[in-house]
């Protein structure tokens, strides 16, 4: 009797100053999660096939582990990873290999190169950053509000005309 765990699949994404890991796992109840500033290691049973996953991924740098927080959810398991004070530049792969993974992604929609940084209030306020990634802190009253925007009219904002016959 062989019994194979599989990875799960990780997609990620940076800023100069975290890593922004989603393990995409549905109803994952109880993981085990261990977090060190060398590498993080997942362990749980969930998917629509409870099947158990586990992965160790060892860091490119070190990382800040008191300070990185997760947050598991019903459909994926997020994971803000502080980089080190002294680190703020961008890796150049996730894992310490520079090796191709088939459950490694890249996550293009949180991900912003190391050139556009400039107007993401240069790796300020780690909790302003964590609220504006869809409201990772947990408290629901840090939604936007979008009722006191000022729409400003487009020129392509006007009526259309009626067609000929």
């Given at each position: 009797f062989y019994f194979r765990v599989t990875p799960p699949s990780v997609a990620w994404a940076q800023r100069n100053h975290c890593i922004?890991?989603?393990?995409?796992?549905?109803?994952?109840?109880?993981?085990?999660?261990?977090?060190?500033?060398?590498?993080?290691?997942?362990?749980?049973?969930?998917?629509?096939?409870?099947?158990?996953?586990?992965?160790?991924?060892?860091?490119?740098?070190?990382?800040?582990?008191?300070?990185?927080?997760?947050?598991?959810?019903?459909?994926?398991?997020?994971?803000?990873?502080?980089?080190?004070?002294?680190?703020?530049?961008?890796?150049?792969?996730?894992?310490?290999?520079?090796?191709?993974?088939?459950w490694l992604k890249v996550d293009f929609n949180k991900w912003k190169d190391e050139d556009d940084s400039d107007d993401e209030n240069n790796g300020g306020n780690f909790e302003d950053l964590m609220?504006?990634?869809?409201?990772?802190?947990?408290?629901?009253?840090e939604k936007p509000n979008f009722d006191d925007l000022d729409p400003q009219p487009d020129s392509d904002d006007e009526d259309i005309p009626e067609l000929e016959e």
């Open positions: 922004f890991l989603t393990i995409c796992l549905e109803d994952c109840k109880n993981p085990t999660i261990n977090l060190d500033k060398n590498q993080l290691y997942f362990d749980g049973i969930g998917g629509t096939e409870k099947k158990h996953h586990q992965v160790t991924i060892p860091f490119y740098k070190e990382i800040n582990a008191e300070k990185s927080q997760t947050f598991v959810r019903e459909r994926n398991i997020e994971i803000l990873i502080k980089k080190t004070d002294d680190d703020k530049t961008y890796w150049p792969h996730l894992t310490k290999e520079k090796n191709k993974y088939h609220r504006s990634m869809g409201g990772l802190m947990g408290d629901s009253s």
